[in-house]
């Protein structure tokens, strides 16, 4: 190892970039240890005032520093800036807290929350000076692991991790540890192989390499052999309940202005409306509400303990939670009128507009509304149960508490969808400013509709896992029709870009062979994909075309009998379910929620330790 | 009703990298942690009442920064700097707090005299200096363009190299006062680190602000001196 004190090398060359306290650590309430037997270290790979907002990873972190054993730090995919000083300087990536290089870390975790990070993943690993591909590491390099809700297909990533943990990591990471600490003070027998095959006996933990693809001749993917010693199914872990676990959380106060700057408490974990695009609302289920009284003091405790001056309330579907009016009322009631509150996701009908006012009794910024589909056939499709009553009435009691700004979600590309269908987002859209216009009479001027359109992206785990997705072309031709119809002062029309969605949507479903491409992309300068401005097309389609991906194959319908790259994780949902409903979809048939009414049997609580948790049980 | 309060605080070099607005920043929510009875300001978006009387550039520390905070009530000096201690993060320490009494000149109406010690620079960056502070005009390079100012010697004042600290034979600490008018516009800390990083040795180049006191008619003034 080098006795180079880098950090000292690095720090002043920091006043050349741009934000550089994005690099600085020492944040308040950052956790610093000095002596230690197991370094871990967590990244997002995006730039830091993106991943400073992620709750996930600020969970882990909070975890694991629990343990005295461990101390847990961070590092970020740094701007292009740093990284030329880094090159040139030939210095390593460190990490926040230690400042040490991140490549003596004994474990470096990456949160997986779009796959539109795995260029940056191998960014990350490039600049720590830690081979790409797991099959390359050596017996001093850390093991690193993957998570996050785009592990569920981890195999497009498959050659980059030595580990990846399916589900809720809790619970799973102090296991990691706990073995990494044992395997550690008993000299590394056996070294890296022999702990890969003992990690793959923690549930939840699935070691890409013990696996092995099978592929046709055809060149079609035949599903994997588990080598000896590894399961043949990996189940996603969950935690039964959240109650109790309030004081996991730490609260790291960014220097830098982070992209949602404020404190968040988490409301409840999965979400039961089943609309059938929908990964989250399978990976996370089933519904697990926390206790209202803990919410309320944890409000309490992460305002005192921040300082924030915002806070949200977060969740899949906020407005779901069985006592969401008695927590907004008890949000009031200690932190007060200063307090700006923030509820993500707000579901599409008066009730959710009650809430909002009582959210932001002063104030009226934007609403933000999704009813994902023009017409009410698609909705059924989705099964997203709302009808246009809903959303009329919902529109019409936001005009009347005083908004005039409305922002609409919509999909193009649902399953099934016709012309009619996708002209029905501009009619509902004009309805909608007919109401605001009947409502608002001769202060009409100030009405603003903004029409968001992206288009779906087929996912794993889901009912939509078998559908086509649109290809570029029926993007773009879909896109310049809406463009075309939706022209009007008070309606804006915003889409998602094509490449961004095409490029998202060849990862989701992909297989291992895809990490060649991956890496071949990464190689010629791609990075931060999930930025649309950043994004290089031309780039990525190179590169695919190079490791001879299919992008038509890759978007195209998948047959029902077909082995799909992630059969072997298990999300606990059961592929029988999730075929009924890919069924039930093509009749227009509604699934209910089962929070309220009968189970639809999906297979969590019948195979996983689990059940629905409500509040007001 | 509401009282207000002169704090002086630190920017330690190892936070010099954050900019003047995440130092506000930490601040306010320092201030809110420490449960302070801050005034808030009325209106559609209400926010505390602090007014930041002095402004550091990325890069620069100091040992004396001003920030002006009203409360509701009165609280004792001690009270109040033990409250925003506990609350601060390590590198803005709180180190005097001192009552306003009512119609005190907020700094920024003031004349200022900063002194700035600069420290791992390139031995000739005095001569470099003292060039500028006898120079009949020189250019400024700032984001939008360049820009003449006439007679620098009118901002940058006191120029010696002092002894000390653990800088390297080739390098060496200087100390330079530098005056800031009500009215804005003059010379800054950044440009004179601009000029020295472009010369050869003098890219570590760093400042750290050690004084700072209201100038006046009647001579120098510590802000907290009310
Ligand atoms: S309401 Fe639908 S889209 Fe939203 S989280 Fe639940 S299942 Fe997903
Ligand atoms: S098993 Fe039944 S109750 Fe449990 S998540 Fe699935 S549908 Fe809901």
Redesign the interface.
């Known amino acids: 190892m080098s006795n180079r004190d880098y950090w000292s090398e690095l ?2 060359l ?2 050349q970039v741009e ?3 994005r ?2 650590g ?3 309430g950052s956790i610093h240890k000095d002596k230690v037997e197991v370094r871990i270290c967590l990244s997002y790979p995006d730039l830091y005032e993106l991943g400073a907002s992620n709750l996930g990873l600020a969970i882990l972190y909070g975890r694991l520093n629990e343990l005295d054993y461990v101390a847990a730090e961070r590092v970020y995919a740094p701007e292009r800036d740093l990284e030329v000083l880094l090159r040139e300087k030939e210095i390593p990536l460190l990490t926040l807290e230690s400042r040490a290089p991140v490549n003596t870390m004994d474990l470096l975790g990456f949160t997986l929350q779009y796959e539109l990070v795995y260029t940056n993943v191998l960014k990350v690993l490039d600049l720590s000076g830690i081979p790409l591909l797991a099959a390359d590491r050596g017996e001093d390099d850390p093991i690193v692991i993957a998570g996050g809700p785009s592990a569920m297909n981890p195999e497009p990533v498959a050659e980059f991790f030595d580990l990846v943990f399916i589900g809720e990591a809790e619970d799973g990471v102090v296991s990691v540890a706990d073995l990494l600490r044992k395997w550690k003070s008993d000299g590394k027998p056996g070294g890296r192989a022999a702990f890969l095959v003992e990690a793959a006996q923690i549930p939840g933990v699935y070691v890409p390499s013990l696996y092995v693809p099978k592929y046709g001749e055809d060149g079609a993917y035949r599903g994997v052999e588990a080598l000896e010693g590894a399961p043949d199914t990996v189940l996603r872990q969950a935690v039964a309940s959240l109650e109790g676990r309030k004081s996991q959380i730490p609260w790291i ?1 960014p ?3 982070a992209v949602h700057d404020r404190a968040v408490v988490e409301l409840f974990r999965g979400c039961a409306r089943g609309c059938r695009f929908c990964q989250a609302g399978i990976i996370y289920r089933p519904v697990r509400e926390r206790p209202k009284k803990e919410v309320l003091e944890m409000v309490g405790e992460s ?7 915002e806070l949200s309330l977060a969740s899949l579907c906020t407005s779901d939670y069985t006592e969401i009016r008695e927590v907004l009322e008890g949000v009031r009631a200690t932190a007060g009128n ?1 307090l700006t509150l923030s509820l993500p996701s707000m579901r599409v009908d008066t009730f959710g507009i009650e809430l909002a006012v009582l959210a932001s009794p ?2 009226k910024g934007g609403l933000t509304l999704a009813p994902e589909a023009g017409s009410q056939r698609m909705r059924d499709i989705i099964n997203k149960n709302v009808t246009e009553e809903d959303v009329l009435s919902a529109v019409q009691a936001a005009f009347e508490s005083g908004w005039d700004r409305i922002k609409l979600y919509f999909m193009i590309g649902l399953p099934g969808e016709t012309e009619e269908d996708v002209e029905a987002i501009v009619d509902l859209a004009q309805k909608i400013l007919a109401v605001g216009k009947s409502i608002k009479g001769g202060n009409s001027g100030r009405l603003k509709i903004v029409v968001n359109v992206s288009t779906l992206v087929p996912k794993s785990h889901t009912p939509f896992q078998w559908a086509k997705q649109l290809a570029p072309e029926e993007v773009l031709e879909k896109q310049a029709m809406l463009k075309s119809r939706l022209r009007s002062r008070q309606i804006d029309f915003k889409w998602h870009e094509m490449a961004v969605s095409v490029l998202e949507g060849v990862m989701a479903r992909a297989d291992r062979r895809m990490s060649k491409a991956i890496l071949a992309a990464y190689r010629k300068g791609c990075e931060f994909d999930a930025w649309s401005n950043r994004l290089n097309w031309d780039l990525w389609s190179e590169s695919l075309s190079e490791c001879g991906v299919d992008i038509d194959r890759m978007l195209g319908e998948r047959d029902i009998g077909q082995p799909l790259p992630w059969d072997h994780i298990s999300s606990g949902v059961t592929k029988e379910f999730l075929v009924s409903e890919w069924q039930r979809s093509k009749s227009g048939e509604s699934t209910p929620d089962c929070r309220f009414d009968e189970c639809s049997l999906c297979g969590v609580c019948q195979d996983l330790p689990l059940e629905t948790r409500l509040a007001s049980d | 009703m509401s009282s207000k309060y002169r704090v002086r605080y630190e920017k330690a070099p190892a936070i010099r990298m954050l900019a003047h607005l995440e130092v506000a920043r930490v601040l306010e929510r320092a201030c809110r942690r420490s449960g302070l009875p801050v005034a808030m300001s009325q209106g559609f978006r209400p926010h505390q009442k602090i007014t930041f009387a002095t402004n550091l550039p990325v890069g620069v520390a100091s040992e004396v920064e001003y920030a002006d905070i009203a409360l509701v009530g009165e609280m004792s000096t001690d009270s109040i700097r033990d409250r925003l201690v506990d609350a601060l993060p390590e590198g803005m320490l709180v180190s005097a707090v001192a009552a306003l009494p009512p119609g005190t000149a907020a700094l920024q109406s003031q004349d200022i005299s900063s002194t700035f010690q600069l420290y791992s620079a390139p031995e000739e960056a005095v001569q470099t200096l003292e060039g500028i502070q006898s120079a009949d005009v020189i250019q400024i390079i700032r984001k939008k363009g360049t820009k003449d100012l006439e007679s620098p010697g009118r901002f940058l004042k006191n120029i010696q190299a002092v002894s000390g600290g653990n800088n390297s034979a080739s390098s060496a600490s200087i100390q330079v006062e530098l005056v800031t008018s009500a009215t804005g516009g003059g010379l800054g800390i950044k440009d004179l680190l601009a000029v020295i990083r472009e010369m050869p040795g003098g890219s570590g180049v760093w400042a750290k602000r050690v004084g700072l006191s209201i100038l006046s008619n009647e001579g120098r003034k510590d802000p907290l001196d009310v």
């Open positions: 720090e002043p920091l006043a934000k550089p306290s690099y600085i020492g944040e308040y106060v220097f830098v202005e305002l005192a303990a921040t300082g924030y001056g200063d002063g104030k």
